[in-house]
C-alpha cells in the first residue's frame, strides 16, 4: 500500500526505482480489476525469481546474440551530421535486430518468462505492429499460441505486419472498439486477460501498465543503452553530450536513458509525437499536453479532457500514437532529469526521407520523429558536441504508407 | 458504518430473503427516469454506472453504453447531479457508483467523497482501484460515510481474500467468472461455496454478478447469495425497449429473486 513506502524504503538513486509498490515517485503502481491482481502479483515474484538465476540470462544471452543479432552497433551519421551542420550524430542501430526494431529484447525476455512460468498462450497489443511482429517471432520459435490484438485502423496502416505476424502463425484481431488504435487494443487485451488468466501470459510491449511491468520492460531494453554506452566509450573513449529517442509509450527511450541515469553530464531526450501540433489538439504528445491520471494499471501523464475521459491520440506513426507514456518518463520528466519535447507528422515525413536519401538508411517513422529534433540539437552544441540517437525500428513497414501520403502509386 | 445498505441488508436478512441489485448507466437513454423508476421495479439496491472512455473490464454491452453516455454529453458532474435528483424522492434505497478510477481522480478523490455524499451515495465500486492502491480514496469515503466496495474474484484465493475484504463495507461483490460482464455466469454450485467463504472472511453480505441475464440463473444464485447483480441485461433492455424494456426486465428479475428461498 501505498502508505507503507516510508522515506526509509524509498530509493535514494534515481536509477533505482521503482519502490516496492512499483512506484516512481508518484507514478506508476498497480491499478487493476482484482481478477488480475492475483496474476500481477504471481508475474512480479516470478520476475524477481528469473532475474536473480544465472540460466535465466545465459539463456537470454545466447538468444539475444544468435538469434537477434545482438550487441547492434553504434554507427557515426557522418551526411546526416553534415547536413545538420553541428555535433556529430551516430545511431545506435537497434533496426538491424531481428524483425527490425528494438521490440524483440522485451518480447525475448517476456516470452522466455513466460516459458518457465508454464503458461501455454501468449497474447499482445500492438499499434505499428513491430512489437506483434516482435511477440509472433519469439512465439513462433518456442511453439506457443499467440493471439495478437490490433486496432482496425492500424490493421489498415500496417497491412504488412498484419501479414507477418499471420505467416508468423499468430492469430491477429481487429479491434473496433473505441478508435481502433493501441490504447483499444491495450484494453482488449486486458480484457482477454481478466477471462484467461490461469493459462495466459500477457507480453506489454512498452514501459507501461501495471507493476512490474513498466520496470521488466525497461529492464529488458535497457540493453540498448548498456551497448551504447560501452561502445561509445569504446569508440569515443566519453559519452555522448545528449541522448535522445522517439516516445510513444516510451520503452525504446527507457532503454537508451537508464543506464546514463546516473551520468550527470548526459542530456537525456525524449521526442514525443506532436501530431498536426501540440496547439491543435491532433498529437500524441502525454507529456507536453496531458496531465497525470490512471489508466492500463498506471498512474502517468495522459490526454484526457476536463471529466478525466481519455482524448484519442493523433499521430502519423502507428507505434506512438497512444495516449500515455511510461510512468518512469512521467517521473523523469517531473524530476527533470530528462528533457521531453515533439515533432510534428510533417517533420517525421521529411525526416524519413532525409535520412533515407543520405545514409542509406530507411527509418522507421517513430525514430524519424527523434531525427527532427536531433537537427535543432546538432546546431545547438555546435560541432564539439555528440549526440547518441537511437534509431529503434526500420521504416520498411511504413514504405506503403509514405507512398501513399506521397501520392505514389505502388 | 451505517448507511442505507447496511439498513436494506438487515431488512432482506429479516425477511429470508435475497437482495436484486440492478446496474445501469448514468446518461444512456431516459437515464433518470430508469434510475427513478427502479426501486419500484423492484430494485433493492441500484448500481449506478459513470461511464468511461475505456471501460476495460467490461464487456461490449456496457462499453457500448458508456461511449453512448459519454457522446450524449454526461460527465462525473452530471452523474452525482443524477444521483442527487433520484435522493430527492427515495430516501431509503441504497445507491451505490460504480466505475473506474481516472474520472474520480481528475476530480480530486476527496472532491469527489464529498460531493457523492451530498449527492445521497452510499457506496462505491472503483473496478481499477485495488486494496493495495486504495489508501487516498478509501480515506476520502470513509470520512464521508460512503461504503468503499471491493470486489472479489474465482482468482482470489484464501490469502488474497484477507486482503481484499480489509477495511471493505457495505457488501462485497462476488464476481462469479473469469471475465468482463455479460460474459457467462459461473457454475452455481462453485459459486455458493466461493459465497460462504466471502461470507465468513468478511462478515458482509455477498453480492454475485458478471453474467447473470436469466431469471431462472438469478433464482439459482439468489439461493445462496445474499443478493445477485444483473448489469449487462438490463443495459441491453434499456437501449432495446426503453423505460419500459428496462424495468420490465427487472420486475421479473426481482420477483425471481425474492422467491428464490420460498
Known amino acids: 500500500m501505498s502508505e507503507t513506502a516510508s522515506a526509509d524504503t524509498r530509493p535514494n538513486a534515481l536509477s533505482a526505482w521503482p519502490d516496492i509498490d512499483g512506484r516512481f515517485g508518484d507514478f506508476g503502481g498497480r491499478f487493476v480489476a482484482e481478477t488480475l491482481m492475483p496474476n500481477i502479483l504471481e508475474l512480479e515474484k516470478a520476475y524477481e525469481a528469473a532475474k536473480a538465476d544465472p540460466g535465466f540470462k545465459a539463456e537470454m544471452d545466447l538468444f539475444l546474440t544468435d538469434y537477434v543479432g545482438k550487441p547492434s552497433p553504434i554507427y557515426f551519421a557522418e551526411r546526416l551530421t553534415e547536413a545538420f551542420g553541428g555535433a556529430k550524430i551516430w545511431l545506435k542501430r537497434d533496426e538491424l535486430n531481428h524483425t527490425g526494431s528494438h521490440k524483440i529484447n522485451n518480447c525475448l525476455g517476456q516470452v522466455l518468462l513466460a516459458k518457465r512460468m508454464g503458461k501455454t498462450r501468449i497474447i499482445a497489443e500492438t499499434g505499428a505492429g513491430q512489437h506483434g511482429v516482435a511477440t509472433a517471432t519469439v512465439a513462433a520459435r518456442f511453439g506457443i499460441p499467440c493471439t495478437v490484438f490490433m486496432g482496425a485502423t492500424d490493421v489498415e496502416r500496417q497491412a504488412p505486419n498484419v501479414f507477418r505476424m499471420k505467416l508468423l502463425g499468430a492469430e491477429v484481431i481487429p479491434v473496433t472498439s473505441g478508435t481502433g488504435t493501441l490504447k483499444d487494443a491495450m484494453n482488449e487485451a486486458l480484457r482477454d486477460w481478466v477471462t484467461n488468466v490461469s493459462d495466459t501470459f500477457y507480453v506489454i510491449g512498452t514501459v507501461a501498465g ?16 548498456r551497448e551504447a554506452r560501452a561502445q561509445m566509450m569504446d569508440r ?21 536513458f537508464h543506464p546514463f541515469i546516473e551520468d550527470e553530464e548526459v542530456r537525456l531526450i525524449g521526442v514525443e509525437a506532436a501530431g498536426h501540433g501540440v496547439e491543435t489538439g491532433k498529437h500524441a504528445a502525454s507529456l507536453k499536453g496531458g496531465r497525470p491520471g490512471i489508466l492500463h494499471g498506471n498512474k502517468t501523464y495522459l490526454l484526457q479532457d476536463d471529466d478525466g475521459q481519455i482524448i484519442d491520440a493523433h499521430s502519423i506513426s502507428a507505434g506512438l500514437d497512444y495516449p500515455g507514456i511510461g510512468p518512469e518518463h512521467a517521473f523523469l520528466h517531473d524530476m527533470k532529469r530528462a528533457e521531453y519535447v515533439s515533432a510534428t507528422d510533417e517533420e517525421a515525413m521529411e525526416m524519413f526521407q532525409l535520412c533515407t536519401k543520405l545514409e542509406g538508411i530507411i527509418p522507421a517513422l517513430e525514430p524519424s520523429h527523434a531525427l527532427a529534433r536531433v537537427r535543432d540539437l546538432a546546431k545547438e552544441l555546435g560541432p564539439d558536441g555528440v549526440i547518441l540517437m537511437n534509431m529503434c525500428g526500420r521504416g520498411d513497414k511504413d514504405v506503403p504508407q509514405v507512398a501513399r501520403m506521397l501520392g505514389v502509386e505502388l | 458504518m451505517t448507511n442505507r445498505l447496511t439498513t436494506r441488508f438487515a431488512e432482506l436478512t429479516a425477511y429470508n430473503r435475497a437482495g436484486f441489485v440492478a446496474y445501469m448507466m448514468a446518461g444512456d437513454g431516459d437515464s433518470q427516469g430508469l434510475l427513478n423508476a427502479l426501486p419500484a421495479a423492484g430494485a433493492d439496491v441500484i448500481e449506478l454506472g459513470m461511464p468511461f472512455t475505456d471501460p476495460m473490464a467490461d464487456g461490449p454491452s456496457i462499453q457500448a453504453s458508456a461511449l453512448r453516455a459519454l457522446e450524449a454529453g454526461m460527465t462525473l458532474k452530471g ?107 459461473g457454475v452455481v454450485t462453485e459459486v455458493g461455496a466461493a459465497v460462504d467463504r466471502v461470507k465468513a472472511a468478511s462478515g458482509l453480505p455477498v453480492a454475485v454478478g458478471f453474467g447473470v441475464r436469466e431469471p431462472e440463473q438469478a433464482e439459482a444464485i439468489a439461493k445462496r447469495a445474499d443478493a445477485v447483480v444483473v448489469g449487462s441485461a438490463i443495459v441491453d433492455a434499456m437501449h432495446e425497449g426503453g423505460i419500459d424494456g428496462a424495468t420490465g426486465l427487472v420486475k421479473r428479475l426481482a420477483s425471481a429473486v425474492h422467491a428464490a428461498r420460498r
Open chain 1, 210 to 225: 501495471p507493476h512490474p511491468y513498466p520496470a521488466m520492460v525497461r529492464d529488458f531494453q535497457s540493453i540498448i543503452g
Open chain 1, 236 to 256: 569515443l573513449g566519453r559519452l555522448p553530450d545528449a541522448c535522445v529517442a522517439c516516445i510513444g509509450g516510451g520503452s525504446n527511450a527507457m532503454g537508451l
Open chain 2, 79 to 185: 452523474t452525482l447531479a443524477q444521483a442527487a435528483e433520484f435522493r430527492k424522492r427515495d430516501t431509503e434505497t441504497p445507491l451505490v457508483l460504480m466505475g473506474y478510477a481516472n474520472p474520480i481522480f481528475s476530480m480530486g478523490w476527496e472532491a469527489f467523497a464529498k460531493a457523492a455524499a451530498k449527492a445521497g451515495v452510499d457506496g462505491l465500486i472503483c473496478v481499477d482501484v485495488p486494496p493495495e492502491e486504495d489508501n487516498e480514496l478509501r480515506t476520502a469515503l470513509t470520512k464521508q460515510g460512503i461504503a468503499l466496495i471491493r470486489l472479489a474474484t474465482p482468482t482470489t484465493d484464501d490469502d488474497r481474500l484477507a486482503t481484499v475484504v480489509a477495511n471493505t463495507a457495505g457488501f462485497v461483490y462476488y464476481v462469479s467468472t473469469t471475465g468482463v460482464t455479460g460474459a457467462g455466469t
